[in-house]
């Protein structure tokens, strides 16, 4: 599963990726994941390739999570969403973009691990999910 990791905060972004590669590790899962400050910087890696799963910070400068998902879902309905902020007041407009989960910062083990566990297991019997 390839995974793009998008937070303006450095600290976020970090511990988010922390966590992604401790699942890695205690999962012996395949994920190659990619990390990002901007949506501006993710919307243009996405041009050279696609992504299984976005975790998405919705309050960022410039191009928000949400503009950003509204024109990844323009052009693209396969990648899952999973936004990651500080802000619950975004959770109903996330359904519009089809986001998969949206979960309030911090990201813990607890409340991430579960989300990567369903998603991986789609992604390694996709002909299961016909």
Known sequence: MKI???????RDLLQIA???ETYRNLRKADITYVCFQS?????AS???????????????????????????REHNSRTEIV?????????V?????RAHYY????ATEEKLFPILDRLTDDFKRPEDAL
């Open 103 to 106: 979960l309030l910062k911090p």
């Open 4 to 10: 793009a990791i998008c937070d303006d905060d450095n």
């Open 46 to 72: 996405m041009e050279g390739g696609e992504y299984d799963l976005l975790l998405l910070d919705v309050l960022m400068p410039g191009v928000s999570g949400m503009q950003a998902a509204r024109e990844i």
């Open 93 to 97: 407009e996330s359904y519009s973009v």
């Open 18 to 20: 922390t966590l992604v």
């Open 83 to 91: 936004f990651l902020t500080s802000s619950p007041e975004y959770a």
């Open 39 to 43: 949506a501006t910087e993710l919307l």
